[in-house]
C-alpha cells in the first residue's frame, strides 16, 4: 500500500507529517528526512505525546499500547486537525488524548464531526463548546449519534428553549447520556410528587442540574430527612432550597458540617432554626464556619440563639465586608459620631452601596482617612473578583 502524505498545516507541532504503512503508524517530526519503516513506529506516537502534547514518557508509552491494542486504521493526523479546528489547544487535546486515546483512530466524518454539529445545532461554540467536549470527554466517544440527539431533544421539550439546554449541558455535559436522561425523569416524577412546580423543576436543571441527576433513592431518603430532621414542611418557602442543598451534598459532608455547630456549643433547636432559614449554610467550607464562629462568638460574645436566626451573618466575607465595616464603625464611635449601641445586623446586612450612602459619605470629611481605607479595600476586593 503507498504511504500517505499529509501536509503540515501553519500550527507546527500539530501538523507534523503522519505516514501509514499497511495500516501502521510512522511519526517523523522533520520534513527534511525520510522515516525508517524498519523501525518501531510505536516510538514515534510515544515521542509525539512528550513532546507536543507534555505527556511524561511513563504516560505516552501507556497511551500508546492502548492506542495500538486497537485494529482500526483511522488516520490521527486527521484526528487530531479536527480537533484543532475546532478550537482545541494543545491542552484540551492533551487530556482527549490522555482520557480516550481510541478517539486518535476514528473516523472524523461518522464519529467526531456528528457529534460536534449536534452541539453546535444548539448554539455552542467557541471557548464554550470546548468546555462542554472536555468537561466529559466520553461525549465524543460512548454516546451513539442516535441518542445524543434523543437526549437534545428530550431535554429541548423539558426546558423549553436552546438556550436553557445549552445552559444545563455547559454545567452538566452528562446530560448528554441516555442514563442521564431517564435519572432526570425518574426525579423529574419525584419532584412533581412533592409538589415542585414545572418552573421550579427547569430552575434547578439550569441552575444546579447535579439535583435532578442524582441517585433517585438518594433524592428520596435525603427529602425524608429534610422533612423528619428539620421540620422543613413542602409548603415552606425554604423547601426548595433545603432539598437543593442536601441534594448536593454527601451525608458525611452534612453530619461534618452540622458538627461543627455541636463544636460551638449549638443546640439541636439551633441547628434546625438555622437550617429552616438558609439552608445553604451548609455549603460553607469547615474553615470558613470555624472562623466566623470563632469571631462571632469569641470575639463579639453573640450566643447561638442569636446567629441562629441571623444566618445571613455567617454568609457574608469577613475580610471584604465584615471586618471592614466593623472597623469603620468603630472610628466613628471613637469620634462620638455613631452610638456604640448601634446594631450589628442593621450594619453588614445593606448593599455595598446603601452602607456606602449611610456610613460613609456622610462622615468622609470628619474621618478621611478610615473612610479613604475602606474604600481602598473594597476596590481591592472587586479587584480580585
Known amino acids: 500500500m503507498a504511504a500517505r502524505l499529509f501536509k503540515p498545516n501553519n500550527h507546527g507541532t500539530l501538523g507534523q507529517l503522519f505516514f501509514i504503512y499497511n495500516s501502521n503508524f510512522l511519526f517523523q517530526y522533520s520534513t527534511k528526512t525520510t522515516p525508517d519503516p524498519t523501525h518501531d513506529p510505536t516510538r514515534f506516537l510515544i515521542n ?6 507534555g505527556f ?7 497511551t500508546n499500547t492502548k492506542v495500538f491494542r486497537s485494529k482500526s486504521s483511522g488516520n490521527p493526523q486527521v484526528v487530531l486537525n479536527f480537533f484543532e479546528q475546532n478550537g482545541l489547544d494543545k491542552t484540551h487535546i492533551g487530556k482527549i488524548v490522555s482520557l480516550v486515546p481510541k478517539l486518535l483512530l476514528c473516523d472524523v466524518d461518522k464519529t467526531l464531526k456528528p457529534k460536534l454539529d449536534i452541539l453546535k445545532d444548539l448554539g455552542l461554540s467557541g471557548t464554550d ?3 462542554v467536549v472536555t468537561g466529559s470527554v466520553s461525549i465524543l466517544g460512548s454516546p451513539e449519534i442516535s441518542d445524543m440527539r434523543f437526549c437534545v431533544s428530550y431535554l429541548r421539550e423539558v426546558l423549553g428553549s436552546d438556550e436553557y439546554v445549552v445552559k444545563a449541558i455547559k454545567k452538566k455535559p452528562c446530560l448528554l447520556f441516555v442514563k442521564s436522561c431517564e435519572r432526570l425523569r425518574i426525579n423529574m416524577l419525584f419532584f412533581k410528587s412533592i409538589g415542585f412546580s414545572d418552573e421550579n423543576i427547569k ?12 441517585s433517585p433513592e438518594s433524592v428520596e431518603e435525603k427529602v425524608e430527612r429534610l422533612q423528619s430532621e428539620f421540620n422543613i414542611s413542602r409548603g415552606s418557602g425554604m423547601f426548595i432550597h433545603g432539598v437543593d442543598v ?69 454568609m457574608f466575607s469577613m ?12 472610628s466613628l464611635v471613637e469620634k462620638k459620631l455613631y452610638d456604640e449601641d448601634y446594631n450589628l445586623y442593621t450594619v453588614l446586612l445593606p448593599s455595598e452601596q446603601k452602607f456606602h450612602q449611610v456610613y460613609v459619605l456622610p462622615y468622609k470629611d470628619k474621618v478621611p482617612d478610615v473612610c479613604e481605607l475602606y474604600n481602598k479595600i473594597q476596590q481591592h476586593g472587586k479587584a480580585k473578583k
Open 203 to 214: 430552575k434547578f436543571l439550569v441552575q444546579n442540574p447535579y439535583t435532578l441527576l442524582a
Open 56 to 62: 511524561s514518557r511513563k504516560e505516552a508509552i501507556s
Open 48 to 53: 509525539y505525546l512528550v513532546k507536543s502534547l
Open 319 to 330: 475580610k471584604k465586608r465584615v471586618l471592614p465595616r466593623l472597623e469603620l464603625m468603630k
Open 246 to 314: 442536601f441534594i448536593s451534598m454527601k451525608e458525611s459532608t452534612i453530619d461534618t458540617k452540622l458538627g461543627v455547630f455541636r463544636d460551638y456549643g449549638w443546640s439541636k433547636w439551633d441547628i434546625t432554626k438555622l437550617v429552616q432559614l438558609l439552608p445553604y449554610c451548609l455549603r460553607l467550607s469547615q474553615k470558613r464556619l470555624r472562623a466566623s464562629l470563632n469571631f462571632y462568638m469569641e470575639e463579639l460574645g453573640l450566643e447561638p440563639a442569636y446567629l441562629a436566626s441571623h444566618p445571613t451573618l455567617l
Open 129 to 131: 463548546l470546548v468546555k
